[in-house]
């Protein structure tokens, strides 16, 4: 009569995780999503002067927009892609559809900040006459807007 052995087996629980975790990672990514939309929105106005002379002009140490030719549209697909982005990682990370209202007004007021107050010399920072600036401002907005109304649309969290 032969009689099989089983080795013992000693399974230890799980540890379960720190329920602050969720909390922690909520806030943290809607204040990441903050600070992106903060620094997007400073790049995109610096970059809405940016003309095809400043390329040469910036390595001689001259400012953003002192060369000469037309405006370089780098400040749009930075406005779409970024935002979108910024957008779909407040979302993701928090898993809450309200995370993606802050970093939007946020970098609504400043772009409607930036096109409203004047430097020293009288001069707007993101003025009427620059088409580039015009057209951030809409794309930005409606990247925002578009990721919203397909978070609408799908019902479903990425």
């Known amino acids: ?6 080795p013992e087996t000693y399974e230890e629980k799980a540890r379960q995780p720190w329920a602050g975790w969720e909390p922690l990672i909520r806030v943290a990514g809607v204040v990441v999503a903050i600070v992106a939309a903060l620094v997007t929105g400073f790049l995109e106005i610096i970059l809405s002067t940016l003309r095809a002379g400043d390329v040469v002009s910036i390595w001689g140490g001259d400012a953003i927009g002192s060369g000469g030719g ?3 549209w780098l400040a749009v697909p930075l406005a779409a892609v970024g935002n979108w982005a910024i957008a779909w ?8 559809r ?10 609504t007021l400043l772009m409607l900040f930036a096109a409203g107050v ?3 010399e009288g001069d707007y920072l993101l003025g009427g006459e620059n088409w580039v600036a015009l057209v951030t401002i809409l794309v930005g907005s409606l990247a925002f807007a578009v990721f919203s109304y397909r978070l609408i649309l799908k019902r479903t969290l990425p």
Do not use: I, K, N
């Open 1 to 6: 009569m032969t009689v099989d052995v089983q």
């Open 70 to 72: 037309p405006l370089l």
């Open 89 to 96: 990682f407040a979302v993701t990370t928090t898993r809450r």
């Open 98 to 107: 309200w995370s993606l209202a802050p970093p939007w007004a946020l970098w």
């Open 118 to 120: 004047r430097t020293s």
